[in-house]
């Protein structure tokens, strides 16, 4: 069901907390198929082979389960290589950008609503996402980060939008789900969330003018 056709179900007068993705809606997507590509391709690597290694071990690394050392001695650092871990690392966090337009426009946005609160729902490994929430000075819109990282859980598991909603007080049916990902909005809306899909700034902008 697309935006269009749930717009007229949504009651807005109820919300009082958005759940907002990062990647994808305000940043590049931290460390998806592009910009592992282009790191491979930075540092001249087998892309095959290292997407095959990456595939094995990222979701327990998004979870917190394992650390971005040993992440890196799965992908790459097996067998000697001319770069360092360092030089590498740096070539991951350097990949994250910013998306035209929707973090500025949030913040300006959020400051004329000050009864709205603002919490992140995203699936992001931990060195990465701390890396984007400094860089990226991302507290000035967030009051409070629900990462996979932190929680050991990832969307679309049912359990860690109960966990963002309760980490935030409120009611599923009091909270704005966005993100740009129409199988996490879908999980999102099963677990009770009004919930959004980001496919375009003006279209997101315009939305969220009604709130």
């Not at 375009?200 to 969220?208: D, K, W």
Request: net charge negative.
């Amino acid at each position: 069901m697309t935006n269009e056709q749930i717009e007229n179900r949504f009651d807005l007068s109820s919300i009082k907390v958005i759940l907002l993705d990062i990647g994808g809606v305000l940043l590049t997507n931290g460390w998806g198929h592009v910009a592992r590509q282009a790191a491979a391709e930075a540092f001249k690597l087998d892309y095959a082979e290292m997407n095959k290694r990456h595939d094995l071990i990222f979701n327990i690394y998004e979870e917190g389960r394992v650390t971005l050392n040993d992440y890196l001695d799965t992908i790459l650092f097996y067998e000697p290589r001319p770069f360092s871990k360092e030089d590498f690392r740096q070539c991951m966090f350097q990949q994250s950008k910013p998306l035209p337009i929707m973090l500025d426009w949030l913040i300006a946005w959020k400051a004329q609503r000050p009864h709205l609160r603002v919490f992140s729902l995203n699936n992001e490994p931990k060195e990465l996402h701390q890396h984007r929430v400094d860089h990226f000075n991302l507290k000035r819109l967030y009051d409070g980060f629900v990462a996979s990282c932190d929680v050991g859980l990832r969307k679309p598991d049912p359990k860690i939008f109960q966990m963002a909603v309760g980490i935030a007080g409120v009611q599923p049916h009091e909270c704005l789900y966005i993100d740009d990902r129409e199988v996490l909005v879908m999980a999102g809306r099963k677990t009770g969330l009004q919930a959004w899909q980001h496919q375009s700034v003006e279209a997101t902008t315009a939305f969220l003018q009604t709130l």
